[in-house]
């Protein structure tokens, strides 16, 4: 067989395209990412059926269920914020919601709902996001934002000052498995977030001594720092678990 010259080349580039090793699928469903506004400077994600599925759901307190209650037929939903404004992009049917696709609503901000439905770029938070978004319940947070935080949580703004972005993840069995991930500027930016987190963690154990599961998930918190990189993890029974987020 004779392969003239002019059909070559897009002979070889069909040739490499199918022998191409496929990457992973986006941890992040593309139907809900394509959604995400620009301004996006925090976003969460909750993989809902297999949080029903996991223990924890069982667990979970009377106000937490009624956050679920309208998403009762979807599957998968991502929280995103401006910082000031909230979008909440499902994949299913909410009553209320934009339904912009049979399985895709808009509920939140106008103006946020407005932006999504629009063709726009994909915001910087999808890559952060994308590294936690294997565990069924995540949290991806840009650096240098301060989030509407009330009371101790407040503090939390403190560490994310000194950081390019956090990233949460958790793994919702039992005993649940909680991975916090910051990465800084710099090396020294990263000393700085370890030593503070620390001490948010010391102070938390010494406050909750009446509490000893609570005080032993606090105290049994490993912190590894990486160049510019902190790595927190946490194995603990669902009860403490409970106790410490709610």
């Known amino acids: 067989m004779v392969i003239h010259h002019h059909l070559a080349a897009p002979l070889a580039f069909a040739i490499l395209a ?3 090793v496929p990457g992973p699928p986006a941890a992040i469903d593309p139907a809900l990412s394509a959604r995400v506004p620009v301004a996006t400077v925090a976003l969460a994600g909750v993989d809902l059926d297999r949080l029903r599925a996991s223990p924890l759901y069982a667990k979970l307190p009377p106000a937490a269920l009624a956050y679920f209650a309208p998403f009762a037929h979807t599957h998968r939903v ?3 914020s401006t910082g000031v404004e909230l979008l909440t992009i499902a994949h299913g049917v909410v009553p209320g919601a934009t339904q912009i696709a ?3 609503a808009l509920s939140g901000a106008p103006n946020l ?3 999504a439905s629009a063709a726009h770029s994909p915001p910087g938070i999808l890559a952060p ?3 936690a978004a294997a ?3 995540w949290i991806a947070v840009r650096g240098g934002v301060a989030l509407p935080l009330e009371g101790n ?3 939390l703004n403190n560490l994310l000052r000194g950081t390019e972005f956090v990233t949460l993840a958790l793994n919702p069995g039992d005993p649940a498995d909680l991975r916090l991930v910051a990465r800084c500027p710099t090396p020294e930016a990263a000393l700085r977030f370890e030593q503070s987190f620390r001490a948010m ?3 938390a154990a010494a406050t909750n001594t009446h509490q000893p599961a609570l005080a032993g998930a606090l105290q049994s918190i490993r912190i590894v720092r990486e160049e510019r990189v902190v790595r927190v993890s946490l194995s603990t029974p669902l009860d403490a678990l409970v106790k410490l987020v709610f």
Do not use: E, H, K, T
């Open 153 to 155: 949580l407040a503090n």
């Open 201 to 203: 963690v010391s102070l």
């Open 18 to 20: 199918a022998c191409r």
């Open 135 to 137: 565990r069924p319940v």
């Open 113 to 115: 709902v407005a932006a």
């Open 129 to 131: 996001a994308q590294s």
């Open 78 to 80: 991502l929280i995103a």
């Open 102 to 104: 049979p399985d895709i």
